[in-house]
């Protein structure tokens, strides 16, 4: 048994030669969530201001001229050194900071479902009431429409906005901030390797 337990082990560890893609599909899923979110910035950064800004029914944040400028710069550029593997460990930290303020200021109230199911764990209070007017959507579109063609792409969902997302996208972020950008595919990597390489030819010259 401890025999073939060391076989199974040492051939899990094989697969350690194509562990860049680890980091690499990482970085790729999260590239289209930040660059959607900071071009859509970009095109009504106006608007944006004034949501972060106000009290009545926005977000009510200090200096939210400053604070949209910040979060749209974080999540356009960060976009950018995701696809390319540039400086990922550092650009990881700003966007897991406006993960956790968009999960603080926007989803708390929510809870943590980002689609409602009230079947789910963490179902919330929100999230039965959603689910109720969401039967009366069904309910309705049923009797109005033609209710298999409009379901034929898909289930009628109810959004809930909770955390779920911001969440999830946080967690990737820190892995990345502990394993980098990943070997090969990443700008990165290269340039680690040829500083190594400057360091380790001035170490054998002194």
Do not use: C
Request: no cysteine.
């Amino acid at each position: 048994m401890k025999t073939l337990l060391i076989k199974i082990h040492a051939l899990l560890n094989k697969t350690r030669q194509i562990d860049f893609l680890a980091p690499l599909l990482l970085r790729m899923y999260l590239v289209p969530v930040f660059w959607m979110a900071g071009t859509k910035k970009i095109e009504g950064f106006e608007g944006i201001v004034e949501w972060f800004g106000n009290t009545e029914w926005g977000l009510g944040l200090p200096f939210p001229f400053l604070m949209a400028i910040l979060a749209t710069a974080t999540e356009f550029f960060g976009a950018i050194a995701l696809f390319f593997g540039l400086a990922v460990r550092w650009f990881s930290i700003p966007l897991m900071f406006t993960m956790l303020v968009a999960a603080g200021t926007v989803h708390w109230d929510n809870g943590w479902q980002a689609i409602t199911d009230p079947s789910a764990p963490f179902a919330n209070e929100r999230v039965i009431e959603a689910s109720n007017k969401l039967a009366i959507v069904k309910d309705v579109l049923q009797e109005h429409t033609n209710y298999d063609y409009i379901t034929s792409s898909g289930s009628v969902v109810m959004l809930n906005n909770g955390i779920e997302f911001s969440a999830t996208y946080f967690i990737m972020l820190l892995a990345l901030l502990f394993m980098g950008a990943g070997r090969y595919v990443s700008v990165d990597y290269w340039v680690e390797r040829a500083l190594y390489k400057e360091q380790r030819a001035l170490s054998l010259n002194t």
